[in-house]
Structures are given as structure tokens and as C-alpha cells.
């Protein structure tokens, strides 16, 4: 059967586009990273290394992600999680020429944040994008590997609805640069005519879709109340519900 559709894709943000934000604990990114710096603190000192402190330890880390995000939200570029905590440990005085990231990394143990659930109609609306036949990406400013966030999906049962998946960190470009558009079409095998993109932010969601000639969908549910910056999105939707018919009429 020949597939006649115009839109073959359909590409989304993760947070508060798939998975809401909303509840989020209300807790300190250091408070919720602690116990992550603690346990790189417990592998490396197992290693032989010597490290200050866990509340010192944890205080350099914290602040050099810090420095790392803002940094990237700054320039476009995103350094991964990986060379910030070696930096980190560097910084700390061990010698990191020797050291392979993998164990570190999976010693942080990125899990799901308190509060942050899906949004009630994500799992339907996927199930009935992909039973239409697209295909689903996703694309995620975050500094993580997508491995990491991986675990995240699985745990909210969305993993299984992805052909590609990139974060910002593994392509080291954030939303709106080109480039991890380009990344993303390129895996899915499609010109930027050919897939729509969903997101809640303007001006790295609408703005980087439209640079590369995405149509751009924002998502923009109640409890956000984003500044448009400038951008025009070709659609706002208030629940990803409201994509369906979006996609019929693009056909
Ligand atoms: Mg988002």
C-alpha cells in the first residue's frame, strides 16, 4: 500500500510537552542530586582516590552543573553529564585521565523526578499516532545521555513508542540550534517537511523547528504560561489530545 501521508513523523519535546512537570516536589536540584553525588563519591574513594567531603564534594558538582547549563543555554553548545562530573572530579584533584565515565555515570542512577508524571492522554495519543503510522521522536534539552533517560521512559511505560530518541548532551547542541533538528530528521530518515514537531517552549521548541521548516506545534497546557518570545507557532494545542485532528488536517 502506498503511504500518501505528507507528515510522516511526528517529533516531541519531553518535559512538560509528554510528561508533566506540574506536580514537581518541591525540593532543590542539589537535594534531589545528593545522593547521586554520593554514590560517584562512595565508587571513586572505593577506587582509591582521595576526595573531600560528601557535603563539599556534592557543593562542586552542583555548582559546576550549574555553571554547565547555564553556560549551554548561553552558547547553543551542551556539554554531557559525563564531562561535567569528570571536570568535577578533576577539580576535586583526581587524576581523570584513567578514568572510563560508564561506572560514574551509573553510579549517578538518573531516576524519575518526584511529582513529574505523564500527562494523562500521552500514552493514548502515542498509541494512536503510531496505529496512523508515523513515526515518533523525541528531542530533549537535557544534558543526560538518552540511556539515562531511557530509564525514565520505561518507567512511564512511553519507551515503547519512540524510533529515535536524542537528548541535547549526547548531540552536544541544545534546542533551538539546527542541528539536532538536522540529527533528528537524519535518524528518522525524513526532510523537514515531512515531520511536525510538539514542544512547549517558544523560543527553543517553535524557534528551532522552524529554522530547519518544521511545522511546529506548541504545547501549551494550562498551568504553563510560557512568553512567546517573538515566535508563531502553526498550532497551540492545551492537551496532546488536540494533535489528532492537527495531524488529520495536515493528512
Ligand atoms: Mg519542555
Known amino acids: 500500500m502506498r503511504d500518501t501521508k505528507r507528515i510522516k513523523a511526528v517529533i516531541f519535546d519531553l518535559d512538560d510537552t509528554l510528561i508533566s512537570w506540574e506536580k514537581l516536589a518541591h525540593m532543590s536540584w542539589r537535594e534531589f542530586n545528593r545522593p547521586k553525588y554520593d554514590r560517584i563519591h562512595d565508587l571513586v574513594t572505593q577506587w582509591g582516590h582521595t576526595l573531600p567531603p560528601k557535603e563539599q564534594f556534592a557543593d562542586v558538582i552542583n555548582e559546576l552543573n ?3 547549563w ?7 553548545r551542551a556539554e554531557g553529564l559525563a564531562a561535567v562530573l569528570l571536570r568535577g572530579l578533576a577539580f576535586c584533584g583526581v587524576d581523570t585521565a584513567d578514568l572510563t565515565p560508564q561506572p560514574i555515570l551509573e ?27 508515523y513515526k515518533i521522536g523525541l528531542i530533549t534539552n537535557a544534558y543526560q545521555p538518552m540511556w539515562m533517560r531511557d530509564n525514565e521512559l520505561a518507567h512511564y511505560d512511553l519507551l515503547r513508542f519512540f524510533t529515535a530518541r536524542i537528548t541535547s548532551g549526547d548531540t552536544g547542541f541544545l534546542k533551538p540550534h539546527p542541528a539536532v533538528y538536522w540529527r533528528m530528521l537524519g535518524l528518522l530518515n525524513l526532510m523537514p517537511h515531512e515531520a511536525i514537531f510538539v514542544g512547549d517552549r517558544p523560543t527553543h521548541d517553535i524557534q528551532g523547528a522552524h529554522s530547519v521548516g518544521m511545522t511546529a506545534v506548541l504545547m501549551a497546557p494550562p498551568y504553563l504560561n510560557h512568553d512567546l518570545g517573538g515566535q508563531t507557532p502553526d498550532f497551540t494545542i492545551a492537551s496532546l489530545s488536540e494533535l489528532l485532528p492537527i495531524l488529520e488536517q495536515l493528512g
Not at 70 to 76: D, F, I, N, S, V
Open 66 to 68: 550549574r555553571q554547565s
Open 107 to 133: 553510579a549517578y542512577q538518573w531516576e524519575p523526578l518526584p511529582g513529574v508524571t505523564p500527562f494523562p492522554d500521552a500514552h493514548a495519543v502515542l498509541e494512536a499516532i503510531q496505529a496512523q503510522g
Open 70 to 76: 547555564e553556560k549551554a543555554l548561553e552558547t547553543g
